[in-house]
C-alpha cells in the first residue's frame, strides 16, 4: 500500500506554459528564467495548467491514505513560491507540502529522509515523475516509481 507519495512539478503535475514577449512559450534558457521568476514572482505559473490525469491519482492515492507531498526542484525564492501558489489554486488541500530542493539528484534523499522520518518503508512509497532517470533511481533505491506517461495510458 503507498503510504507516502511525492509529484513531481514540472511536466508531471504541472503542464509548463510562459507567456513571454507576446507568446505562449514551453520554457526558456536557466538565465532567463530566473529573470522570469522574480519578475513574475508568485504568478509566474500563472498560465500553467493542471494535468487531469496525474491529479486524478493524486486523488486517488490520497483517498486511500497516502500522505502527498509535492517534490520539485527551483532556483530561486520566486520560483518556490510560484510552486506554492500553484498547487494552492489548482490542487487545494490535496498535498502536505511543497518542498523544493535547488537540484534533481537530492530529490531521493528527500525522499528516503521523509520516510525514514515516518517509520514507512521503501516499499510503501511512491514517485511520480517525468524525468525518467529519477523514475528508475527511485526503483532501484526499492521505491514505487510511476513515469507519468503510465497515467495516460489505460489501467491495467
Ligand atoms: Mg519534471
Same mark, same amino acid.
Given at each position: 500500500?503507498?503510504?507516502?507519495?511525492?509529484?513531481?512539478?514540472?511536466?508531471?503535475?504541472?503542464?509548463?506554459?510562459?507567456?513571454?514577449?507576446?507568446?505562449? #512559450?514551453?520554457?526558456?534558457?536557466?538565465?532567463?528564467?530566473?529573470?522570469?521568476?522574480?519578475?513574475?514572482?508568485?504568478?509566474?505559473?500563472?498560465?500553467?495548467?493542471?494535468?487531469?490525469?496525474?491529479?486524478?491519482?493524486?486523488?486517488?492515492?490520497?483517498?486511500?491514505? *497516502?500522505?502527498?507531498?509535492?517534490?520539485?526542484?527551483?532556483?530561486?525564492?520566486?520560483?518556490? *513560491?510560484?510552486?506554492?501558489?500553484?498547487?494552492?489554486?489548482?490542487?487545494?488541500?490535496?498535498?502536505?507540502? #511543497?518542498?523544493?530542493?535547488?537540484?534533481?539528484?537530492?530529490?531521493?534523499?528527500?525522499?528516503?529522509?521523509?520516510?525514514?522520518?515516518?517509520?514507512?518503508?521503501?516499499?510503501?512509497?511512491?514517485?511520480?515523475?517525468?524525468?525518467?532517470?529519477? #523514475?528508475?533511481?527511485?526503483?532501484? *533505491?526499492?521505491?514505487?516509481?510511476?513515469?507519468?506517461?503510465?497515467?495516460?495510458?489505460?489501467?491495467?
Amino acid at each position: 500500500m503507498i503510504r507516502l507519495a511525492f509529484f513531481d512539478m514540472d511536466g508531471t503535475l504541472c503542464a509548463p506554459r510562459f507567456y513571454v514577449n507576446g507568446k505562449m #512559450v514551453v520554457g526558456m534558457s536557466d538565465e532567463a528564467w530566473l529573470a522570469f521568476c522574480e519578475k513574475n514572482g508568485a504568478d509566474t505559473y500563472k498560465f500553467c495548467k493542471p494535468v487531469p490525469a496525474v491529479v486524478e491519482y493524486a486523488e486517488e492515492l490520497k483517498k486511500h491514505g *497516502a500522505v502527498l507531498y509535492v517534490l520539485s526542484s527551483a532556483q530561486s525564492e520566486a520560483e518556490k *513560491a510560484a510552486k506554492v501558489k500553484f498547487t494552492e489554486s489548482n490542487c487545494r488541500g490535496m498535498f502536505r507540502e #511543497v518542498i523544493t530542493v535547488a537540484g534533481d539528484d537530492e530529490k531521493l534523499p528527500v525522499m528516503q529522509k521523509i520516510a525514514a522520518e515516518a517509520g514507512i518503508l521503501a516499499s510503501d512509497v511512491e514517485l511520480v515523475e517525468d524525468t525518467y532517470r529519477l #523514475v528508475l533511481q527511485a526503483t532501484v *533505491a526499492g521505491m514505487n516509481a510511476t513515469h507519468v506517461s503510465h497515467l495516460y495510458c489505460k489501467r491495467d
